[in-house]
């Protein structure tokens, strides 16, 4: 006798085939509002974190949409469920926890920050302050694309300054995750949360003082920043989380 492997889903991969099984069920109708996250996460006894990264995956396949002060609905144009299941979940077997990355990323980046203050050329600090020059024109274009990727080369320019190439490609891994799919989707809605994108430059005044303390080589402040830079987005993850 042979035995198959039990696999052991993501519990956001439960959480969609429950929200799909109920809008396939017709318990959700095309255009219906789908129950706020805290009372999912509730009825299905998971973390709210779970929740929003399966909501966030579903946005992705156009399954639902999240009107912002109003609710998440199912998209009035969703006509066949099995297609979004075939969309959505390679996305989320195959993309990391945004919660996850966050974590790993707010307790890399805050260890290199004395090292890069020491260590960062006079190149470094040109390209640092390119990075936070792109992020500020494509936050007052509101084109989250370029905004992210001047974000990532922002982030590994910090990595590059220590001159440590083991510190480089451990930073490397954790930035690249950020070209995710699934983490951008849940770092727009985080921008777009409060009103007029007021996250979104709250981020990048965050990261031009964060140059500037760089460039002063002024290792408190900057630590001070990148535990406010972290905080910020942090916050708003962990309040999904129970």
């Given at each position: 006798?042979?035995?198959?492997?039990?696999?052991?889903?993501?519990?956001?991969?439960?959480?969609?085939?429950?929200?799909?099984?109920?809008?396939?069920?017709g318990t959700y109708q095309?255009?219906?509002?789908?129950?706020?996250?805290?009372?999912?996460?509730?009825?299905?006894?998971?973390?709210?974190?779970?929740?929003?990264?399966?909501?966030?995956?579903?946005?992705?396949?156009?399954?639902?949409?999240?009107?912002?002060?109003?609710?998440?609905?199912?998209?009035d144009s969703l006509t066949e469920v099995s297609n979004v299941k075939n969309r959505v979940m390679p996305i989320i077997e195959k993309e990391e926890d945004p919660f996850a990355v966050w974590e790993a990323r707010?307790?890399?980046?805050?260890g290199i920050i004395p090292?890069?203050?020491?260590?960062?050329?006079?190149?470094?600090?040109?390209?640092?302050?390119?990075h936070v020059h792109q992020m500020k024109n494509s936050a007052q274009k509101e084109n989250y694309e370029d905004y992210f990727s001047s974000d990532r080369s922002f982030h590994l320019r910090m990595a590059i300054s220590t001159h440590?190439?083991?510190?480089?490609?451990?930073?490397?891994?954790?930035?690249d995750v950020m070209k995710q799919k699934l983490w951008q989707e849940v770092k727009k809605e985080?921008?777009?949360?409060?009103?007029?994108?007021?996250?979104?430059?709250?981020?990048v005044e965050t990261h031009q003082k964060l140059f500037?303390?760089?460039?002063?080589?002024?290792?408190?402040?900057?630590?001070?920043?990148?535990?406010?830079?972290f905080s910020e987005l942090g916050e708003f993850l962990q309040n999904r989380r129970g």
């Open positions: 006798m042979t035995f198959e492997r039990i696999e052991t889903k993501k519990t956001s991969l439960l959480v969609i085939e429950k929200i799909l099984g109920a809008i396939e069920e095309p255009g219906d509002r789908l129950p706020p996250e805290r009372k999912i996460a509730e009825e299905l006894g998971v973390s709210r974190t779970s929740v929003r990264e399966a909501l966030s995956a579903l946005r992705l396949a156009k399954a639902i949409e999240t009107r912002h002060g109003d609710g998440t609905y199912v998209n707010e307790s890399f980046e805050r090292l890069a203050i020491e260590r960062a050329e006079k190149e470094d600090i040109k390209q640092l302050g390119k440590n190439p083991f510190i480089e490609r451990d930073i490397r891994a954790l930035v985080y921008f777009l949360e409060k009103n007029e994108g007021e996250n979104i430059y709250s981020s500037q303390a760089i460039k002063d080589r002024d290792t408190e402040t900057a630590l001070d920043l990148i535990d406010e830079h």
